[in-house]
């Protein structure tokens, strides 16, 4: 496990765990229960662990960003505590143990796994944003609007908006894009209620988030959210991973110059090499791209690092 890549691949053997799922980033675990005995002494929960792959352009990309996946795991456990007091959340513990037995975190996906109240997630992403950059743009540039929401004229790439909207976006199968819907087709699937309630969720964790971020010279213009709801409480709980640099576009505030792509703490740098004569990959083919350049790695590594210490004000190394 001390191999730079060793957690870039699919889903690990872990004891005390059974494989249920594998996103594009994090893998998930329900406890193994024969073999602890029946029952899991947290109750019905299952096991989330943020691997170091990372994806472009609908590709996965190897090599993994080493300690990537810590980095998931450590900024949204901080927001999760930001947040508690406006939402309740899907952590339940990220005690690790080294015994195989207990249904702890694994001590080999320390740091990278938690343990999570198991969920029936909404099939929405719950995206609110400030800023105009993105699929909003490109609806914006056709339409004057996003997911029927009527903007102003004349904004451009990068733009502030008048007040955050709340854009959600159906949940994709594997390999599909996310689409971006009205309000009204939110309300449609899941009821009016919980689509209200995941509207003003939404909007009230951009709010606290994005006044936070903005504490530390940081934009946070736009984010993902998902919710599900605990089956046995029916509480409506804020899940997966949150306002991290693959869930949110955080861009430095003191270089925000709307007219044009803002620098931003995520994978830029895997975007600009794959798009750049130098990596010879032609995008519009079907051709998988080529292997990520050593110093591409590294750069996107401080980058994710970055992005946690600016935020948090602490340090992971
Ligand atoms: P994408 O990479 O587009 O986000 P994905 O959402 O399928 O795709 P991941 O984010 O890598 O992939 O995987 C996390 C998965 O776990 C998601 O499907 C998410 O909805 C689900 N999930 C998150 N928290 C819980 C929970 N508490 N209970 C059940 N499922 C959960
Ligand atoms: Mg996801």
Redesign the pocket.
Known sequence: ADQPDAFAGGPLDLRGWRHV?S????D?YEPDLPALGGVHPLGDV?L?VASDRVSAYDHALAPGIPDKGVVLTQLSLWWFDQLADLVPN?VVSTEASAEPGDGLVPDVVAGRAMI????E?FPVECVARGYLTGSGLAEYRESGEVTGIPLPSGLVDGSRLPEPIFTPATKAEAGEHDENVPFAEVARRIGDDAAARLRDLTLAVYSRAEQVARERGVILADTKL?F?VDPVTGVTVL??EVLTPDSSRFWPAAEWEPGHAQPSFDKQFVRDWLTSPESGWDRASDVPPPALPADVVERTRERYLEAYERLTGATLR
């Open positions: 799922y996103g594009k980033v994090r998930l299952v989330v899907h999570c109240r198991r969920l997630m998902e599900g899940g997966d």
